[in-house]
């Protein structure tokens, strides 16, 4: 939310610009309570009271106090409206690189890390298109129809870390990403027809870089080796690795040779099993036509 220098008096707390901490979250924890220690002294050094800061800023002062005891998440626009009025020279705006990374969830900063890390990604989605594939408007539809239903904040914290994630994209230098998608996943209409259609066009667009192979597996497959359902193995410059799959291991993450061998080799299969990329962009192409 901006305010553009409009003063804003917010009488609802879900619309306020920020996400709740998570508790077990330590790191972000102690990163929140600095922001927002700093945040408060320097309000009184200027001898400010809660109720002026925040209408100088223009969010509501619960928020107000809530940031500056750590329970709040700020945003961006937050801090930089707060470094203004504090005449704080842009240092108070810079502790949004150390914020912005404590908006996600701890969990998809963790996986958001081995990611960054990977040099190869080998990955099976039988459910829903992978994340790192979806479209904006397609992670939104998705968490829309989750139940219990997400509150607005949730959704925006969630989409926000999933859109984080696409920047192994732009990696240099580019790890080697291989995808396997049912086909079921890309025939269903998640968000309505504009949506799919854009979500078609972006598996097109990413299928045509060197560096990433997408592979449709046809429903019509008779010996399916991914009924165990999703598989992820992520492979790093030092040799290691580490894998997860819902129907092995009981989905937890695994990095003993023994049982990475057992996730590659169910990959592998299902990888033999779907359409070749070459064969998946004709058929992605065609499905599109049909839309």
Wanted: hydrophobic content about 40%.
């Amino acid at each position: 939310m901006s305010v553009d220098g409009e003063v804003r008096q917010l009488t609802d707390e879900a619309e306020e610009p920020g996400w709740e901490v998570d508790p077990d979250d330590e790191w972000g924890v102690a990163v929140l309570a600095t922001v927002g220690r700093q945040l408060r002294l320097r309000r009184e050094a200027v001898g400010m009271r809660a109720a002026d800061f925040a209408a100088a800023v223009g969010y509501g002062e619960d928020l107000v106090y809530k940031v500056e005891s750590g329970k709040r998440i700020p945003r961006q626009e937050y801090l930089r409206e707060a470094d203004e009025v504090l005449g704080a020279g842009g240092l108070i705006a810079a502790a949004w690189e150390d914020v912005k990374k404590v908006r996600y969830p701890k969990r998809v900063r963790e996986l958001g890390k081995l990611e960054a890390q990977a040099v190869e990604l080998a990955l099976y989605s039988n459910h829903n298109i992978h994340g790192l594939l979806q479209t904006e408007e397609h992670m939104r539809a998705l968490f829309d129809a989750w139940l219990p239903s997400y509150s607005d904040e949730e959704t925006e914290r969630m989409v926000a870390a999933r859109m984080a994630r696409r920047s192994i994209f732009e990696r240099s230098p580019a790890p080697t990403l291989s995808f396997v998608q049912e086909e079921v996943t890309l025939r269903r209409p998640v968000g309505g027809r504009m949506v799919w259609r854009r979500q078609l066009e972006r598996l097109l667009e990413l299928g045509h870089l060197r560096n990433v192979s997408i592979q449709v597996m046809p429903t019509e497959c008779e010996d399916h080796f991914g009924t165990g359902g999703l598989i992820e193995v992520l492979k790093f410059p030092d040799g290691t690795a580490v894998g997860r799959s819902d129907g092995a291991f009981s989905g937890r993450p695994v990095s003993e040779l023994k049982q990475l061998r057992i996730l590659e080799l169910r990959y592998g299969m299902i990888r033999a099993q779907a359409l070749t990329p070459r064969e998946s962009r004709a058929f992605i192409e065609q499905m599109l036509g049909e839309t």
